[in-house]
């Protein structure tokens, strides 16, 4: 028998995506406290590079990622289930 597995390896650019709290935001549990995730076409991704704090205080209750979902567009990676950061810029 022969099982055939697919290494997830795709390159983004440009892409506009949904960022937030991976556990508040996106229910994602693999992972304990509050980290930066994004989701990609209905898929969401622990991001690898910026903290969750380095774009401001993650609870605050209007912009905090634990709190709201932000547009941004972003260039990356997509490498063993994670999102490899290479650029960020928020759009709202």
Do not use: W
Request: net charge negative.
């Amino acid at each position: 028998m022969f099982l055939g597995f697919t290494c997830q390896n795709k390159k983004i650019q440009k892409q506009i995506v949904e960022m937030s709290c991976g556990q508040c935001q996106f229910g994602l549990t693999s992972k304990k406290g509050c980290n930066l995730a994004v989701r990609i076409n209905g898929d969401s991704y622990f991001v690898d590079g910026p903290d969750i704090d380095d774009f401001g205080d993650a609870h605050d209750e209007k912009t905090g990622f634990c709190e709201v979902i932000r547009k941004a567009e972003v260039n990356g990676n997509l490498q063993g289930g994670r999102f490899k950061v290479s650029s960020v810029e928020l759009l709202d």
